[in-house]
């Protein structure tokens, strides 16, 4: 896979695509095997970077970690040692979910500060507030982070500032097998947290309410590993979506769940596609005409519009023929994508967190720069109307979240490629 990603547009989409497995629950759920002694295989894992670097990091620590066909089949070392690697940690945000596990069954963890994309400031506060509500002590050191629970980490009945879906898993890893019972309030309810629960109440885990704003866990002192067949892409899903909207066309979307990225369809289908639930786990998708304005969108947190949806969403608008505004209210720079699409002859503004989009004469093929993986594939969607060539730089953003966008584009007829 090449660094640049070309885009034919020009051509209306056909064909059905099915959606991989949800990186933002297989991340979760890497992390979460290292609570369990047993040994963990996810099913139809999809080959992304963020998972490379999420396996480098088990090594790291001491965990066997490999891929079987397209399962990933993780089994826990003798004595896994606490100090998380600087690369793969720096490369990717969900490197911190490593941390709350790992102190659990290490009682010391020494790790840098997390990367991923610059969607303007990402502390870590919530995470860090939860374990020491649990017992742990953290010290910061001059590039480091120390996290200490000599004697295990106990229950506690914590409330998140912000329903953080990070700080919600780590607090629910941590919980998992501490002393006592834990109740998160203010948590945050994505179906990726169910997704979790649900993987950790197979290795023996006892949790109840999550997907609501109260999870309860009773602390079990050691997990066993399972099987586990991780929830459907509802961003990939989405992205799918967008596609279609962008380039005209109709597609099938098979084995996701339209509900859970229910607010994107909404918009698709007020900007003037058909949306039909034709079947369980499947939505077909249409565009014929030209699509409309769709007035102003907000994004939040889960059942709301999902940040990460908001790019693409934006993606699929350039063209319409009236005026469509998004404020991201979870991320400060969701929309750094825009000078792309502006290069492409959109009408966008972005300001603070709101971008604007007005109509525009039609999107040209230019040579344009992925800022972060959704900005990048945002790029790719809007490329889809363009008739010119596009190329997209820096497209590795992209390959952190999906296996290989424009194979994915191509089922449905799209021309795409890396170069
Ligand atoms: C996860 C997703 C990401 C998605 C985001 C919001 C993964 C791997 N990534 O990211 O794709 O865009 O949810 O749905 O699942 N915050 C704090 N303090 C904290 C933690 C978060 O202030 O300790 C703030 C963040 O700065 C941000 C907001 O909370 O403004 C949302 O972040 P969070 O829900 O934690 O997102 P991530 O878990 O990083």
Same mark, same amino acid.
């Given at each position: 896979?090449?660094?640049?990603?070309?885009?034919?547009?020009?051509?209306?989409?056909?064909?059905?695509?099915?959606?991989?497995?949800? @990186?933002?629950?297989?991340?979760?759920?890497?992390? *979460?095997?290292?609570?369990?002694?047993?040994?963990?295989?996810?099913?139809?894992?999809?080959?992304?970077?963020?998972? /490379?670097?999420?396996?480098?990091?088990?090594?790291? !620590?001491?965990?066997? *970690?490999? #891929?079987?066909?397209?399962?990933?089949?993780?089994?826990?070392?003798?004595?896994?040692?606490?100090?998380?690697?600087?690369?793969?940690?720096?490369?990717?945000?969900?490197?911190?979910?490593?941390?709350?596990?790992?102190?659990?069954?290490?009682?010391?963890?020494?790790?840098?500060?997390?990367?991923?994309? @610059?969607?303007?400031?990402?502390?870590?506060?919530?995470?860090?507030?939860?374990?020491?509500?649990?017992?742990?002590?953290? @010290? #910061? $050191?001059?590039?480091?982070? !120390?996290?200490?629970?000599?004697?295990?980490?106990?229950?506690?009945?914590?409330?998140?500032?912000?329903?953080?879906?990070?700080?919600?898993?780590?607090?629910? %890893?941590?919980?998992?097998?501490?002393?006592?019972?834990? !109740?998160?309030?203010?948590?945050?309810?994505?179906?990726?947290?169910?997704?979790?629960?649900?993987? %950790?109440?197979?290795?023996?885990?006892?949790?109840?309410?999550? $997907?609501?704003?109260?999870?309860?866990?009773?602390?079990?002192?050691?997990?066993?590993?399972? /099987?586990?067949?991780?929830?459907?892409?509802?961003?990939?899903?989405?992205?799918?979506?967008?596609?279609?909207?962008?380039?005209?066309? /109709?597609?099938?979307?098979?084995?996701?769940?339209?509900?859970?990225? *229910?607010?994107?369809?909404?918009?698709? @289908?007020?900007?003037?596609?058909?949306?039909?639930?034709?079947?369980?786990?499947?939505?077909?998708?249409?565009?014929?005409?030209?699509?409309?304005?769709?007035?102003?969108?907000?994004?939040?947190?889960?059942?709301?519009?999902?940040?990460?949806?908001?790019?693409?969403?934006?993606?699929?608008?350039?063209?319409?023929?009236?005026?469509?505004?998004?404020?991201?209210?979870?991320?400060?720079?969701?929309?750094?994508? =825009? =000078? $792309?699409?502006?290069?492409?002859?959109? *009408?966008?503004?972005?300001?603070?967190?709101?971008?604007?989009?007005?109509?525009?004469?039609? %999107?040209?093929?230019?040579?344009?720069?992925?800022?972060?993986?959704?900005?990048?594939?945002?790029?790719?969607?809007?490329?889809?109307?363009?008739?010119?060539?596009?190329?997209?730089?820096?497209?590795?953003?992209?390959?952190?979240?999906? /296996?290989? %966008?424009?194979?994915?584009?191509?089922?449905?007829?799209?021309?795409?490629? #890396?170069?």
């Amino acid at each position: 896979m090449g660094e640049t990603l070309v885009v034919r547009g020009g051509r209306q989409l056909y064909g059905v695509a099915e959606t991989p497995a949800a @990186k933002n629950s297989v991340l979760p759920l890497l992390a *979460a095997s290292l609570l369990c002694d047993g040994v963990v295989r996810l099913h139809r894992v999809p080959r992304l970077s963020d998972v /490379e670097n999420s396996l480098a990091i088990l090594r790291s !620590v001491g965990c066997t *970690a490999r #891929w079987t066909g397209r399962d990933v089949v993780i089994r826990p070392g003798g004595g896994l040692n606490g100090l998380l690697p600087d690369g793969p940690v720096g490369n990717m945000r969900a490197s911190v979910l490593f941390a709350a596990p790992l102190l659990a069954r290490t009682g010391r963890v020494e790790t840098g500060m997390p990367g991923g994309c @610059k969607l303007g400031p990402r502390p870590i506060d919530i995470h860090l507030d939860g374990l020491v509500h649990m017992g742990a002590a953290v @010290k #910061w $050191g001059q590039q480091h982070l !120390v996290l200490e629970a000599p004697r295990g980490l106990h229950g506690a009945d914590y409330t998140l500032r912000y329903p953080s879906v990070g700080a919600t898993e780590s607090l629910l %890893l941590a919980a998992a097998t501490a002393r006592g019972t834990s !109740v998160l309030r203010g948590a945050a309810c994505e179906p990726e947290i169910v997704d979790l629960a649900a993987f %950790l109440t197979g290795c023996g885990a006892d949790i109840s309410g999550a $997907g609501s704003p109260v999870i309860r866990v009773s602390g079990v002192g050691r997990l066993a590993g399972t /099987e586990f067949s991780p929830i459907p892409d509802r961003i990939v899903a989405s992205t799918l979506a967008c596609a279609v909207a962008s380039a005209g066309g /109709e597609a099938v979307i098979r084995r996701c769940d339209p509900f859970a990225f *229910a607010p994107l369809l909404a918009a698709l @289908k007020q900007a003037g596609c058909g949306v039909d639930l034709s079947a369980q786990n499947e939505v077909t998708v249409r565009r014929r005409g030209a699509l409309c304005g769709i007035g102003r969108v907000f994004t939040g947190v889960y059942p709301g519009f999902a940040t990460d949806a908001a790019p693409l969403l934006a993606a699929a608008l350039l063209c319409a023929g009236g005026e469509s505004s998004i404020e991201d209210t979870v991320f400060e720079h969701r929309f750094s994508c =825009a =000078a $792309g699409f502006a290069a492409m002859g959109a *009408a966008v503004q972005a300001q603070g967190r709101t971008l604007t989009i007005r109509p525009c004469g039609g %999107l040209h093929g230019t040579t344009v720069t992925s800022p972060d993986l959704r900005g990048g594939a945002a790029l790719a969607i809007a490329a889809l109307a363009a008739a010119e060539p596009t190329r997209i730089e820096n497209a590795a953003t992209i390959a952190r979240g999906y /296996e290989d %966008l424009p194979a994915l584009l191509r089922r449905l007829g799209a021309r795409a490629g #890396w170069e």
